[in-house]
């Protein structure tokens, strides 16, 4: 199995406090790996580090992402080949189509295409609003647009905060059984961050909880 991520002691100190310390985790290609545990566990923090998006303290241990030592050469193409998904995804003036297909856009994918891979996601994600404006709809539906405008890009590993917090239980369970083989087509992977175990049970190949910073077994 292809080994997707490879962290080895990795830690985060921020202002002299310890807030992460990984002694060891792995995912393979084609997983779901799940991250729970309490607010301010750490979890946001070290979806944030294997996005590339925050180093790790200097000093630390191993380090792959999607098979590949992130150095300064490659990091861009590492980022281009996964995409984040935040809590409280950031969506600009524009119609909920618009916005998620930016993505395909900026790959110059053709307009016929964009508008097949579009509506393929929108079925999926039980999206029929797509002209709306993305500024007013609703915290639910914004978090469907962000998780659309991720997975019709096809990353090979997507990185979810608690990407479907705003959505009542009934919804986020259909949408979760739906998205699955979605995510994980093609070997893709993800890393799921939530606190809700329901979520877990439906999505999980692999699941871990962190607590104060550190893996509990
Ligand atoms: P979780 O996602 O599990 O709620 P976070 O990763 O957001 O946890 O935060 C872990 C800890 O790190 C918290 O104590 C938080 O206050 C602290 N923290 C997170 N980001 C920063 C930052 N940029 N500067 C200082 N402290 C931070």
New binding site residues.
């Given amino acids: 199995m292809i080994e997707v991520i490879n962290l080895k002691s990795i830690k985060k100190t ?2 002299g406090a310890p ?1 992460l310390e990984i002694g060891e985790m792995t995912l393979q290609a084609g997983q779901v790996l799940t991250i729970s ?10 979806l944030r580090i294997i996005g590339l998006l925050e180093p790790p303290d200097h000093g630390s241990g191993k380090f792959l992402v999607l098979g590949e030592k992130p150095t300064w050469n490659n990091h861009t193409n590492l980022r281009r080949r996964m995409a984040v998904v935040f809590q409280t995804p950031y969506m600009f003036n524009r119609s909920v189509y618009e916005n998620i297909s930016m993505g395909l856009r900026w790959r110059k994918l053709r307009t016929s295409e964009v508008a097949e891979r579009v509506h393929e996601v929108s079925k999926l994600l039980e999206i029929d609003f797509l002209e709306q404006s993305a500024r007013q709809i609703s915290r639910g539906q914004t978090q469907r647009t962000a998780l659309a405008r991720a997975l019709v890009v096809r990353p090979e590993m997507l990185l979810l905060d608690e990407p479907l917090s705003a959505l009542d239980a009934k919804l986020r369970a259909k949408l979760l059984t739906k998205l699955k083989p979605t995510i994980t087509e093609a070997g893709r992977s993800a890393i799921y ?1 939530t606190h809700d175990e329901a979520e877990v049970k439906l999505i999980a190949d692999k699941k871990l909880t ?1 607590v104060d ?1 550190k893996i509990e077994r």
């Avoid at 545990?37 to 070290?46: D, F, I, R, V, Y």
């Fill in positions: 921020y202002n807030i545990g309490p607010n301010g566990a750490g979890k946001s923090t070290l961050v962190l910073g």
